[in-house]
């Protein structure tokens, strides 16, 4: 069928009010100001919606769909229709409020995007001709533009359009097509559409941009230059996923007769139901793009404060003063659309595909634009046909489309996403040889090392070579970390004489405190020295060899550390100049996100929340705190009550005469002991753990808080077992603590790759406002911002890893309650659990750790001997750890602490993320072998 005049005239809507201005691409662009004026217009979608569609003998006031392949009385005089082929009312229709949207003269709906594209390459070039395109295009056009285009004839170059120096070398006068998206898909990527559209018109090239990220209704590329503006109709202008679509849209008359013929001639035409779906789905674009992009704003700021989550991309109004590219986007636009980018900040794809996975109204879809929210990873889906080597964008980026969901539904299902995803792969039950880091994979910030055998826990313990020169780590307050080794010997061979050490600190202030503690303890003024490194305040302290275990130990029982990666920085500051901090997203607020992630599970104000190096950090602060304020009162020379058992370097650190301010204990927490202690001297402070370490006993906290205010002294808890999502000793009324300090390395963090601490000032104490004034006022941030960010990576998935470690702990629990080998199993749930449940939490469990009695000494070194899971100091980690509690923390002092009910050997057991079932096939197959290996020997 050839294409008559008549019919010509037909494929360009006849209903246009508007005259075509006649131009010359190559003579002006005197057109614009016709556009910017257009472009001023905001009554755009009331026009459409209230669109005139001709004649209705009806008078319907909806457009009929005219669902015909053929009109009758194509003879008559202005007959204009005669096959939908080549043209048809509704469709039109469509093509008219596109046109009318995008403030262009014509439009031509085709059966998709990519057909709307492919006609514009077949109906505007020949072979020979030359095509410019943007690098980081949709996938789909890249690969026709790669092997179709290319197969015909065309030359095809890919360069970035956001470089105008790229821009103006590669459209040469040669330059027949260009194609540009902007923001780019799906990395947001900012094209200057005015200076290009300029750089077209002076080379005689067609401008077509793909607007369908934006869609009409945020941004209107003719006004800026494009002589062709592309929508994907399928995504925004339709808006349900539930047709193919995509309309071109030109200002130029001859442009605009090329498309009619290549449509007609082609036979890609929208089909007249489509079209009718398109078009009645544009009624709504407003309301659902303006909620649309109001949620991904929202969803944005979440995001970007999130943990497990690195680079978002995304263009925010908020930005335009701070991000040249923001700025240059609203320029030419009205809206940062809803589309948006983000990549996981351990760069893992396998993350990003368990991150789809766990969604659950995210729907997995390469499109985007839809009512409903989308996810898709584009180096797997949309943009997978873009030969690796060539593609622009990372493999673990995540897309999200969002739509017009209810927003706070959508951001907790995808935290929880990023959360669940972060937990899919559980750690390995497997023992590792002597020495070996754990984390293994993370051996310069590990913070325990695997003891695999009793008798390496007892070498260890006396100094055996063979075990200490076989650790290659240990935890960072006993044994200085690699980095930090490292840095030591650096400073050494640059600050220290003959018989000199140098041990480094976080500030000018804890290498005064260190200073002056070792010149306490007898070492000579003036064989100390402060060195000041010109790095972030850390100093080194100058000191004898000789006291080099004296220094030690007031790192081990200060916790004024240097981490790992604080000593790395200070060595590459050493050893190649001054160097800026890493450049991980929201590094430079980590700290302030990490109290307010702190606050968030403690349910307390951040102003409230303070951070250290590490948990012992905390305790130190925390006391000094408690004698500034105390300073003036009758309390200013008093002792410090330890209430349980505790762990055992906050006793040493309180009854130091060089650190604390000494220390009553009372190992069986006996409340009626330490009344009886307050009736006779005035009370620094009562220091309690919420369970103890590690007998997991919880002290009554509604009887020590009566106790407390009638005595008036102030209440420490230390809850690093419980933690914050188990325990509430704040905000209760009749049993609450003044202060709360935590060790974040432990369950918070969860990696065990990372040392911290916390403390919050109750604002319900009386003492508050003392509390809060010294704490303000002293406080140092010490915590170091790397640090600070792994912390808050690790904790993302706190609430979630508690769950699970706290119900497959009770479970353990309640299997070595019941076994013929087991004495005694030292747990919340069986010891004290009334006074634990006055303070947990309603929704929580008994928390992760225990410790175990068993009946005799040759079963329990056996037992721990043959036990087939990770082995060493510490708790709180993502798996499972063991160890003889008693040998490494008591191991001088083991008649002493059997007095007051802690079996030497006591076995301390942590429970992690691996399956309870094998957790627990790993305690029988141990018991199993021991018991039969004794049995075997008692008999001989």
């Known amino acids: 069928m050839s294409l008559s005049p008549q019919i010509l005239s037909a494929a360009l809507p006849m209903a246009r009010s508007a005259t075509v201005p006649q131009f010359s691409w190559a003579r002006s662009l005197s057109w614009l100001p016709i556009l910017a004026a257009k472009h001023t217009e905001r009554d755009s979608v009331t026009k459409l919606l209230n669109t005139r569609f001709g004649q209705d003998a009806l008078n319907a006031t909806s457009p009929p769909l005219y669902q015909t392949a053929t009109f009758s009385g194509i003879q008559a005089e202005g007959a204009a229709f005669d096959y939908t082929r080549s043209g048809n009312p509704t469709r039109h229709l469509l093509e008219d409020a596109v046109a009318q949207l995008e403030m262009a003269e014509q439009g031509f709906a085709f059966t998709s995007g990519m057909a709307a594209l492919s006609a514009v390459v077949r109906g505007l070039t020949k072979p020979g001709d030359r095509i410019v395109a943007g690098a980081d295009l949709y996938g789909g056009l890249h690969r026709m533009l790669s092997y179709v285009a290319k197969q015909n004839g065309l030359d095809v170059e890919f360069v970035d359009l956001t470089c105008s120096v790229q821009a103006e070398r590669a459209i040469t006068d040669t330059t027949k097509l260009v194609f540009a998206e902007s923001p780019t898909n799906p990395m947001m990527q900012v094209v200057d559409l005015a200076a290009l559209g300029q750089l077209c018109h002076h080379r005689n090239a067609l401008l077509c941009v793909d607007n369908s990220l934006m869609s009409p209704l945020l941004c209107n590329p003719h006004a800026l230059g494009a002589h062709l503006v592309m929508n994907s109709a399928t995504k925004f202008l339709n808006g349900h996923s539930d047709v193919m679509a995509g309309v071109v849209t030109t200002i130029d008359h001859d442009t605009a007769k090329a498309m009619a013929f290549i449509q007609n001639s082609e036979g890609a035409g929208l089909a007249p139901f489509d079209a009718w779906l398109v078009y009645r789905g544009i009624k709504t674009l407003a309301l659902r793009q303006t909620q649309a992009q109001s949620n991904a704003e929202l969803l944005v700021h979440t995001l970007r404060q999130h943990p497990l989550v690195g680079n978002v991309h995304y263009l925010h109004p908020s930005a335009v003063a701070t991000d040249c590219r923001a700025e240059l986007h609203f320029r030419q636009a009205r809206g940062g659309g809803s589309v948006l980018s983000f990549e996981p900040v351990c760069g ?84 590792h040889h002597l020495g070996t880091p754990l984390p293994a994979n993370e051996p310069l910030h590990a913070c325990t090392a695997s003891m695999p055998t009793w008798q390496d826990v007892v070498g260890y313990e006396e100094a055996d070579p063979r075990v200490h020169q076989a650790l290659q780590c240990g935890y960072p307050r006993f044994v200085y970390p690699p980095t930090v080794k490292r840095l030591i010997a650096k400073l050494d061979t640059l600050h220290a004489n003959a018989d000199e050490t140098c041990i480094p600190c976080p500030s000018a202030r804890v290498a005064t405190r260190m200073h002056e503690f070792l010149a306490r303890c007898g070492v000579d003024r003036n064989a100390l020295r402060v060195v000041d490194l010109c790095l972030d305040d850390v100093c080194a302290v100058v000191l004898p060899t000789a006291a080099a275990g004296l220094a030690k130990s007031y790192w081990q029982h200060m916790g004024e550390l240097v981490s790992s990666r604080w000593a790395a920085r200070v060595l590459s500051h050493l050893e190649t100049g001054p160097i800026p901090l890493a450049t991980t997203p929201g590094l430079t607020d980590a700290r302030q996100q990490l109290r307010k992630r702190i606050a968030q599970l403690a349910k307390q104000d951040p102003n409230n929340v303070y951070c250290f190096q590490s948990g012992m950090a905390a305790i130190s602060s ?62 620094l402070a009562v220091y309690i753990e919420v369970p103890s370490n590690p007998l997991l006993k919880t002290v009554d906290l509604v009887e020590l808080r009566s106790v407390a205010d009638a005595h008036n002294f102030p209440i420490v808890a230390d809850d690093s077992i419980g933690n914050f999502c188990n325990i509430d000793v704040l905000s209760r009324d009749d049993a609450y603590a003044d202060i709360l300090v935590s060790s974040l390395t432990k369950t918070f963090s969860g990696r065990g790759n990372v040392m911290g601490g916390s403390m919050i000032v109750n604002p319900k104490s009386q003492w508050y406002q003392e509390h809060a004034y010294h704490a303000s006022t002293s406080h140092q941030e010490l915590l170091f911002l790397e640090d600070a960010q792994a912390l808050l990576s690790n904790a993302a998935t706190l609430e979630a890893r508690n769950a699970r470690v706290g119900a497959s702990a009770e479970q353990l629990a309640d299997y070595l309650a019941q076994h013929p080998a087991v004495a005694k199993v030292h747990f919340p749930k069986y010891n004290n659990s009334e006074e634990y449940r006055a303070i947990a939490r309603t929704t929580t469990g008994w928390g992760g750790l225990m410790s175990i009695i068993l009946k005799n000494e040759a079963k329990a070194s056996a037992v721990y001997d043959a036990l087939k899971v990770p082995k060493g100091p510490g708790f709180g980690t993502n798996f499972t750890l063991v160890c003889p509690y008693t040998l490494l923390a008591h191991y001088q002092e083991l008649d002493f602490v059997r007095q007051h009910g802690v079996d030497p050997n006591l076995l301390r057991v942590w429970v992690g993320l691996e399956p309870v079932e094998e957790i627990i096939a790993a305690w029988d197959a141990a018991f199993d072998s021991a018991l039969s290996d004794v049995e075997t020997r008692d008999s001989a």
């Open 622 to 683: 925390c006391t000094r705190l408690l004698r500034q304020a105390a300073a003036t009162t009758p309390r200013a020379q008093a002792k410090a009550v330890v209430l349980g058992f505790p762990y055992l370097d906050t006793l040493k650190q309180l009854q130091h005469p060089h650190l604390g301010p000494g220390a009553h204990f009372i190992p069986d927490g006996d409340i009626r002991k330490l009344e009886a202690i307050a009736q006779e001297e005035p009370i």
């Open 348 to 431: 893992s794809s396998d993350f990003s595909q368990r991150v789809l996975n766990n969604v659950e109204l995210y729907r997995s879809s390469v499109s985007f634009g839809s009512v409903h929210s989308q996810i898709e990873m584009p180096a797997l889906h949309s943009h997978a046909s873009i030969p690796e080597e060539e593609r622009t964008l990372p493999p673990a980026l995540i897309r999200l489309s969002v739509g017009c969901e209810e927003v706070n539904d959508l951001i907790h299902d995808l935290t929880r996403a990023l959360e669940t995803a972060a937990l899919d792969v559980a750690p390995s039950l497997v023992e």
